[in-house]
């Protein structure tokens, strides 16, 4: 990986940690380069459209399916709106694949898989975001 101040890992970018935190009494958290390309991932899945008042598209739309029916149509749905949400506010990424699942033992939860490549590195990463439905 680049350092920090050239090459291409400095269009990844540093900022705050998510979730904010701070590291001892006068300093907050940072995330860097690729750790901030997946904070900003949970970011977007975890903001309902509507909840930044400057800016009220940003966001995912899964919070509209927190009741539904834990099934293959509301996982299908799932994985539709991660799809939109990432290929429109994260540019850093190629998005791979999206699929939703129920956690073994618990249909109210899904386990969201998302696999993403970082434009800047082309180095492949995944996560899985946790959606609980009937409103957990």
């Given amino acids: 990986m680049a350092d920090g101040a050239t090459g291409t890992s400095a269009f990844l970018g540093v900022g705050?940690?998510?979730?904010?935190?701070a590291t001892d009494a006068s300093h907050v958290a940072q995330a860097a380069y690729e750790q901030r390309v997946h904070d900003s991932i949970w970011i977007i899945l975890s903001t309902s459209p509507?909840?930044?008042?400057?800016?009220?598209?940003f966001g995912c739309g899964l919070h509209e399916l927190v009741f539904a029916t834990p099934d293959a149509t509301t996982a299908g749905g799932v994985a539709?709106?991660?799809?939109?949400?990432?290929?429109?506010?994260?540019?850093?990424?190629d998005l791979l694949g999206v699929?939703?699942?129920a956690q073994?033992?618990?249909?109210?939860?899904?386990l969201v898989q998302i696999d993403y490549r970082v434009r800047a590195t082309n180095n492949v990463?995944?996560?899985v975001y946790p959606f609980y439905l009937e409103g957990r």
């Fill in 16 to 21: 705050w940690a998510f979730p904010v935190a």
């Fill in 80 to 93: 539709d709106a991660v799809s939109e949400a990432l290929v429109r506010w994260e540019p850093r990424i």
């Fill in 104 to 110: 073994p033992g618990d249909a109210s939860t899904l």
């Fill in 99 to 101: 699929s939703a699942a």
């Fill in 125 to 127: 990463f995944n996560l």
């Fill in 50 to 57: 509507g909840e930044r008042k400057m800016r009220p598209d």
